[in-house]
């Protein structure tokens, strides 16, 4: 239960460093908050776990709306739902979702001698073939590692696979990834002519009851990241971008370590990884949850520095988007 808290709390942190102020909360999550609560209870003592199932839920959470949905109570898609059963079914953890196991001393990669494809098909058998990736990836899907030109002079990195990701074994596939090609797109490049990869080889798992798909997703513990990292630094080694962009405040914390304090602080200007120039904007995601064109001018200065660097053409149109009102 503490590892499924401080998940909830790292990601709460995450939403607020870019610039999230309300989030919506359905009652079926606060139904699962609560089922957890009762497991626990219930491991150390079955009377109070009774005691806390059956007790009535607080005026805050049912009879009125809660503050975290009353921002999005004009949207038909966060209508407040209607109320769970208050004795809600203990959630039990399956065995396919550990909690925060430890993991080993980061893989050693070692490429093989070969052209970029050869050396490239190698580390993608390395990395979804590699034990631990494949202890932490569920049933039914997938490892991811990246995808793109092997010739890019841009490397775009996000933090981790998110559920589709994990079906189609590939990265960015999602609503956010159809964000980033339009964005690519923006930059006046396709996204067959740049390279998309994460940081981490796998979804970060979070307890789900036997059978049931993952529910949302967490962000990477620093520890999954360390793992992880070698992979991610084996793929500059063999596409040689001229720079990369790193997707959001937990990829950036990923690539700077120590170096990062917050989003704020670190996006739109240069940084360092794997001696290559990094430049931190915000994750796609950011911007399907806030699509003004101030939220997008932001990103867009950030992607102007990028094209600058990489010695792409930038028309004026290019560097008027996003300036209307």
Known sequence: MRAVLQAISEELARLKAEGEQVVPVSEEALAGLRALVRVRAEAAD??????????????????????????????????????APAAAPALKLSPAAPAAAALPPPPVVSLPAGDKAARWAALRDMAVNHPVCLANVRPGKKAVLGVGSLDAKIFFVGEAPGAEEEVQGEPFVGPAGQLLTKMIGGMGLKREQVYIGNIMCWRPQMPTPPGAEQIGNRP??????????????????????????????????????????????????????????????????????????????????????????????????????????
Not at 76 to 83: E, G, H, L, V
Not at 225 to 235: D, I, K, Q
Not at 239 to 252: C, F, K, N, Y
Request: with cysteine.
């Open 46 to 83: 079955p009377a109070v776990a009774e005691d806390v199932s059956s007790r009535p839920a607080s005026p805050t959470s049912r009879s009125a709306p809660s503050a975290v949905s009353a921002g999005f109570a004009e949207r038909k898609d966060f209508a407040p739902r209607a109320p």
């Open 220 to 325: 990477p513990t620093p520890e999954e990241m360390t793992f992880c990292l070698p992979f991610l630094r084996a793929s500059i080694e063999i596409i040689q971008p001229d720079l990369l962009v790193a997707l959001g405040g937990t990829a950036a914390q990923g690539l700077l370590g120590e170096k990062f304090t917050t989003l704020g602080a670190a996006r739109s200007r240069w940084h360092d990884f794997a001696g290559k120039p990094l430049m931190v904007t915000y994750h796609p995601s950011y911007l399907l949850r806030n699509g003004s064109n101030k939220s997008k001018r932001m990103v867009w200065e950030d992607l102007l520095q990028v094209m600058e660097k990489a010695g792409l053409p930038i028309s004026e149109k290019q560097r008027g988007y996003f300036l209307g009102a």
